[in-house]
DNA sequence: CTGAAAGCGCTTACAG
DNA sequence: CTGAAAGCGCTTACAG
């Protein structure tokens, strides 16, 4: 069995209270007792049970919001499904997890949901931040101010004393797909990189790694001029067409952002999807068909599910366990899929 | 807040004791009674809390044992980190988790140890079989007749009645190195397998998808015969030397098993590492400092900590909460690893 | 500065 | 066939 509260305080000859107060430094306790029972708990090996302190925090009905945007796209729809895992198993603990779903990218109604949460008395929030000033204010006056933690996903917004970011390290992406990408050309001739909004940030940081390693490790593969498809199939698929006409002996496609479609549809058409190696990122099921068919040779993911589970889960350890995380980053897994191992 | 068993009791105008029979078919209630709790229930979205679960099941004292064998490995050590991490959150719920270690493969040993835990009244057993009848004759004793559900992971052994297997889908995996190895050789040339001992059956699964998939989708690849280097890094890095001196024209080597280090420092004493494509299995230190080195140029891993982490947590759900795997196959992540994703 | 007591939601011997 | 009660280990108002 093991110990227990009770034990320490038995043989300490106090009361759960006090050994309670010594050991989660509450105060109001006489300092050599508290070295005494501190001494004991580690003599016994104390590890606080998890499901007693559950029960009881259950009493304060803690609630934690999680907002999130672009709710239209299949990505984030991936990421929704960790949320809802989270809140399937944190409610089932006592806790309350409300998800606030909004389409397309606006800080504004962010920041309006944060309001309306802070309104209610919820305890923390999770939230995936867009580039804007405001919304960087009002998350520094939520944990400053309001002593409201927050944890960032999917993309970030630094310095804003959010207390973690969890989601995937752009640069280390980009890096790892231009190894890959040399490696099944074979170390040269010309690539295209087709990326979505270049105003995306977090495309911007792939590309960047990836033109970074391929300029140091891979001097013989000749990068053409990044194309923007806006996250659209049709503009992919006209850039695709364009640039195909001016260089026919491209050996490789990066696909950035979303647009895997427009691209492939164009190397089918022209019977050229099997001598082109393309790869593009997030396993969606858009792009596993055109894995499956050995149009797209390579998938990158970067783990939707744990995007949404992680910062949910962590913000119930903070609130239920007192647990910090142990880094203000949590990157995701980057994946190498093929068709065989997805 | 969640709906409570009291709360459905109230509704029903029974006691809590009667809603709990109900709701888990434990008999004794009359039958319409029953499923009008059952209709409550649903209406209200009563979902257990599971710490309330574990307190109560804390009584019990419910023992898990697992037994790992061929602990001197590193990857073995990785396993082991996944079930040491898997006892604490196990042991913070009021469960116990013993961990069993032995050196080497000897189903023997395991038996002895399985007897040892069914005279000190353990619960549920994880373990890594090894081919054995013995093995699995106490195996299916233990699961027919003590009633000891039993969780196999690393290996597995069929036809015991055990409930689940957790680890590696060998063909699977086979076959994406190959797909991998194809695309990184340029789909031509000579390839060489180095396998560990000719006995170990989820290497040859691994060798076996591999030249199904070499032999179906790249036809001017030509595989030497598989060469078995017993998991020695002195007889890997011989075999390695002769058949680069009969074969100098090889352009890939599929390292299967352990013995990475012997392949590689052969490479790198005849200064081609960097013009041999080599892929190894486990994401293991000593494989990891040669892909750093561009020696390797992809791992292929298997998640050893899920391997471990699981097979403690599945006991876990069965044993306090009642829940069955829903498949009796839980294969673990084929993960493709370059130094940049590592 | 410290303690006795209630209660979180569940399971389970024990009565009836 | 059904209920009242105890207890799992923790936190926290409330007393003193």
Redesign the pocket.
Known sequence: ??V???QIADKAG?????V?RAL?NK????LE?AEKIIEISKELGYM??KA??A??????NLKIGVIVQAVETPFIQDVVAGIEDAKLKVESL?GTVDIFQTPGINANTTIEIMETLKRKGYHAIALMPSESKELALAMRCFVKEYKIPIVTFNSDLENTGRLCFIGQNGIRSGRTTARLMGDIIGNQGKVLVVSGESTNNSLNTRVEGFEAEIKKNHPNVILLEPQYANDQNELSREITEKILDGHPDIRGIYIVGYGGKGVCDCLIARKIEKKIKVIAHDLIEENIRYLEKDCIDYLIGQDPFVQGYEPTMLLYRLLFESVSPKSPYRYTDILIKTKYNI
Chains 1, 2 share one sequence.
């Open positions: 069995m093991a227990t509260l009770q106090v009361s759960r209270r006090t309670d989660n105060g109001h306790v006489n007792l606080p049970n007693g302190r029960m009881a925090m259950a009493k304060r006592g």
